[in-house]
C-alpha cells in the first residue's frame, strides 16, 4: 500500500535549526516534495528532490535517501513566520500526490 | 488572475443539499486537480482533468460527487444530498504541464454540513 509517515507536530525555537522528517512507501515514486501550509490557506510549494542529496534554497533545504525511503527538510534561522504544518508528498508512478498527514510546526520565541 | 482562485470560500449546506464549488486556474495551465482536506490531515486526491478530460476520478468517495471542467478552464466539484461526512475543505490546484507534480493551490472552499 501507499504510506507516508511525519511526526504530527514539532516545537522549535526562533533563531535555531528544525529538522523534520518524512518516511514513504508508495508503488511509484516520481520525486519527493515539500509544501507549507499556513492555517487556514492552501499549500504552497516549498521543494522538489528527485536525486539523492541535499537540495538548499535559502534557508530551507531538503534532503532524499531513495534507498531509505526518506526525506527530511530543514528549516534554518527560524522565524515566527515558519508556524505552519509542513506536508511530505510522493509522486506515484501516473500524475497523483501521495500526501502525508503534515506536521504541524510550533515556533516558541 | 495570477494565482488559482475558488469560490465561494464558505459554504454551510443543510444535510441534504446539493452544493456547487467553483475553481479557476491559472490561465493556460493543462492540469487541474480537486482535494478533499479534514483537519489536520493531508489533502485527499478527487479527481484530475487534463483539458477538459476528466482523466481519473477514482477518489470520489461517492456517486454523490460529481466535477466537470467543460472548456478546459473554469472547473467545478458538484455534491448532491450532501451529507455531514462530506465537511471538509476542498483544494483546487493547476499545473502547468501534464500530469504536473507542482501544483499551485487555491485557497480552498470550507464547506460545513450541518
Known amino acids: 500500500g501507499q504510506n507516508i509517515d511525519q511526526p504530527t507536530e514539532m516545537t522549535a525555537t526562533e533563531g535555531a535549526i528544525v529538522q523534520i522528517n518524512c518516511t514513504y512507501q508508495?508503488?511509484?515514486?516520481?520525486?519527493l516534495f515539500w509544501y507549507q501550509q499556513h492555517a487556514g490557506e492552501a499549500p504552497t510549494f516549498l521543494s522538489y528532490?528527485?536525486l539523492d542529496g541535499l537540495e538548499e534554497k535559502g534557508r530551507f533545504s531538503s534532503f532524499l535517501s531513495r534507498s531509505k525511503g526518506y526525506s527530511y527538510l530543514l528549516l534554518k534561522e527560524l522565524q515566527m513566520k515558519d508556524s505552519a504544518s509542513y506536508l511530505c508528498a510522493v509522486g506515484d508512478s501516473n500524475y497523483q500526490l501521495i500526501w502525508g498527514a503534515g506536521t504541524k510546526l510550533i515556533i516558541k520565541p | 488572475g495570477a494565482g488559482v482562485s475558488q469560490s465561494p470560500r464558505y459554504k454551510v449546506a443543510k444535510r441534504g443539499q446539493d452544493v456547487a464549488l467553483r475553481c479557476d486556474p491559472i490561465s493556460g495551465h493543462v492540469s487541474l486537480f480537486w482535494y478533499q482536506q479534514a483537519l489536520g490531515q493531508g489533502p485527499e486526491f478527487l479527481t484530475y482533468?487534463?483539458?477538459?478530460?476528466?482523466?481519473?476520478k477514482s477518489g470520489l468517495p461517492s456517486d454523490r460527487f460529481f466535477a466537470e471542467r467543460p472548456e478546459g478552464s473554469v472547473s467545478t466539484l458538484k455534491i448532491q444530498r450532501t451529507q455531514q461526512e462530506d465537511s471538509a475543505v476542498y483544494l483546487c490546484?493547476?499545473?502547468?504541464?501534464?500530469?504536473?507534480?507542482?501544483?499551485?493551490f487555491g485557497p480552498g472552499t470550507r464547506l460545513t454540513v450541518t
Open positions: 508508495t508503488s511509484g515514486f516520481n520525486g
Open positions: 482533468f487534463q483539458n477538459e478530460a476528466q482523466l481519473d
Open positions: 528532490n528527485v
Open positions: 490546484a493547476s499545473s502547468s504541464r501534464r500530469g504536473g507534480y507542482e501544483q499551485y
